[in-house]
């Protein structure tokens, strides 16, 4: 057979195993590393609890804050910006429109009367001439010039030698 020494003349290797890597030990270890990375991860899993836990307390409270004081300025602002831009979206200069009306104003009409309803977006004007022809002239006049879109007579009388008219301008 082979492999098997007869002699006794050459002692036999003794094939001894440590007593500390053996199976068990080996499994323990495994036991103990696995065991220890378990612990890290529940005490890093705890630690960002407890992080997180603390920004949305503070996001609460900070939320807190906003809807309160600084919601209420907030909105006011914006609402005051947003009457404040209507009215300048919706502001018509009279006096530019007066001196328009004046620079347009043909030599023989003589105003006298000059009013502007806001609401309904219309000039009234009231005036004299000497002779019926000049109230034509003066309404192509203010077309021409662009003061305005719509001109309408609503009154034209003639007493004593002079021609009034009211005239009616819408913008």
């Avoid at 500390?20 to 609890?49: C, E, K, P, R």
């Avoid at 603390?54 to 996001?59: E, S, Y």
């Avoid at 600084?70 to 947003?82: C, G, H, L, P, S």
């Avoid at 919706?90 to 347009?104: C, K, M, P």
């Amino acid at each position: 057979m082979e492999g098997i020494n007869l002699s006794s003349s050459i002692p036999e290797k003794n094939l001894r195993t440590s007593r500390f890597f053996n199976g068990t030990t080996f499994i323990i270890f495994i036991f103990f590393v696995l065991l220890s990375a378990w612990g890290g991860m529940y005490f890093y899993n705890q630690s960002l609890a407890k992080v997180l836990l603390d920004k949305q307390n503070l996001f609460a409270a900070s939320s807190q804050d906003i809807k309160n004081d600084k919601a209420n300025r907030i909105a006011e602002i914006d609402a005051r910006m947003k009457f404040a831009q209507d009215q300048i979206e919706n502001f018509i200069n009279t006096d530019n429109a007066l001196n328009q009306l004046e620079s347009s104003v043909i030599p023989n009409i003589r105003l006298t009367k000059y009013e502007f309803d806001k609401t309904k977006g219309m000039l009234t004007i009231e005036g004299e001439t000497d002779d019926f022809r000049y109230v034509p002239q003066q309404i192509d006049s203010f077309k021409t010039k662009g003061l305005a879109k719509d001109v309408s007579v609503k009154k034209l009388d003639k007493k004593e030698g002079l021609v009034s008219f009211t005239f009616e301008i819408n913008f």
